[in-house]
Nanobody, 124 residues
Framework: QVQLVESGGGLVQAGGSLRLSCAFS????????MGWFRQAPGEERDFVAV????????DYADSVKGRFTISRDNAKNTMALQMNSLKPEDTAVYYC?????????????????WGQGTQVTVSS
């Protein structure tokens, strides 16, 4: 059974940086499209970023373009999200997720597996 475990969240001041990691196990990592989503209190879970099977294609939510970078290492079964120039509105629980295909990758329903989430809090 595929398992995803996020790490790297924490408290940071506005303008600072954090690097989130997602460890994948229980399957063949390179066969999954990987995504990051986030959910603030009282809000829906929103798409943040996605990366294709070999890392050749990526996409980002408009709100994080130019500040966040998604990457993956298929040899180590890991994915990362480098977050720079953080803003208070980036505060949320961040989830990594795995999908079998690239279709509709901004939609949570497309993802087969989810991690438990890691809290990111950005103070002003």
């Amino acid at each position: 059974q595929v398992q995803l475990v996020e790490s790297g969240g924490g408290l940071v001041q506005a303008g600072g940086s954090l690097r989130l990691s997602c460890a994948f196990s229980g399957g063949t990592f390179s066969t999954y499209v990987m995504g990051w989503f986030r959910q603030a209190p009282g809000e829906e879970r929103d798409f943040v970023a996605v990366i294709s099977w070999n890392g050749g294609n990526t996409d980002y939510a408009d709100s994080v373009k130019g500040r966040f970078t998604i990457s993956r290492d298929n040899a180590k079964n890991t994915m990362a999200l480098q977050m720079n120039s953080l803003k208070p509105e980036d505060t949320a629980v961040y989830y990594c997720a795995a999908a079998a295909n690239w279709n509709y990758y901004t939609n949570t329903a497309q993802y087969n597996y989810w991690g438990q989430g890691t809290q990111v809090t950005v103070s002003s």
